[in-house]
């Protein structure tokens, strides 16, 4: 992960500069130790219930589908803390985990607190997050213990394989439920679609349009190591050319007349297997 210009997805909101994957790795590194168990300029306010279970989207507070995927921007991970009394946030000082970190703020501040409630200081861990879907950006912020230690997971996976392998997540918003104490809890967590590389984010952000094939597509490119594309048409998208589709198109100009219409039949049955449908169809609009 080196190309700072491949946070242009996210609007230009990237937090820090993606140039030095060493620092990269450490601050992620040195975030997830912070792990409880061992919205506003960026986009909507996401939030999860513990209690219920469900994600909230928005000024609306619209549910998130399990099918609709989100990409993370890694340069937006921040930590700090969150202060709760009388059941609201009263104070937040978070700070990105690629600068220096929020002071541990006075545990009295803002008290006296009643025991037992909830209310006190509390870590808590934020990321912004695109949907591939309806383009809706938001911010996630938790400080909830299973909802930090998922947030956690996140930063884990992304610090095994900067440098190495294709590090962009794309997740869904899913949940889990659990039980502390005799009472039944719900925990966020946030299932791996598929990986992007720099190239395919840029390959991204140029589209002007964003297919459920094109993902698939991009997943499919980082993981066999593609790393650059052409500029390429609307038709092609500048994506890499299927051998497998050159093939089939040198063996169709060599073809009789005869045999012409059956050979070109199996080539388009073959682009569309592979992510040219002649149609843009999207799983889904999220309402914003």
């Avoid at 993606?18 to 909507?44: F, H, I, M, W």
């Avoid at 991204?204 to 499919?220: P, Q, Y």
């Avoid at 051998?243 to 219409?261: G, L, Q, S, W």
Wanted: charged share 30%; glycine share 10%.
């Amino acid at each position: 992960m080196t190309d700072s210009s491949a946070v242009t997805i996210f609007g230009g909101q990237g937090r820090v500069a993606l140039t030095n994957t060493d620092a990269l790795k450490r601050a992620l590194d040195t975030s997830v130790q912070d792990d409880p168990r061992g919205g506003g300029e960026d986009g909507v306010y996401i939030n999860f219930s513990g209690k219920r279970g469900v994600y909230e989207i928005g000024p609306d507070k619209d549910g998130a589908d399990p099918d609709e995927i989100w990409l993370v921007n890694t340069a937006s991970f921040e930590s700090g803390w969150i202060c709760w009394k009388s059941g609201r946030p009263v104070a937040k000082r978070m700070a990105s985990i690629y600068g220096d970190p929020v002071v541990t703020p006075d545990m009295n501040e803002h008290g006296p607190f009643q025991d037992g409630s909830g209310e006190g200081w509390y870590v808590a861990k934020s990321m912004i997050l695109r949907s591939l879907d309806s383009g809706v950006q938001g911010v996630f912020t938790t400080n909830s213990k299973s909802g930090v230690s998922s947030l956690v997971g996140i930063q884990k996976e992304i610090a095994s394989r900067v440098g190495e392998q294709p590090s962009w997540a794309i997740i869904q918003l899913s949940s889990e439920e659990f039980s502390a104490q005799g009472n039944k809890n719900f925990k966020p967590i946030f299932p791996v679609f598929g990986w992007l590389g720099d190239a395919q984010i840029n390959a991204l952000a140029a589209l002007e349009e964003i297919t459920e094939e094109d993902i698939n597509r991009l997943c499919d490119d980082a993981e066999n190591g593609v790393m650059s594309y052409s500029n390429g048409t609307d038709d092609d998208k500048g994506f890499e050319d299927d051998p497998h589709e050159e093939a089939a198109e040198e063996a169709e100009e060599e073809v009789t007349d005869t045999k012409t219409t059956a050979v070109a039949s199996q080539s388009a049955d073959k682009r569309v297997k592979r992510g040219k449908p002649t149609e843009k169809v999207r799983r889904r609009r999220a309402s914003v």
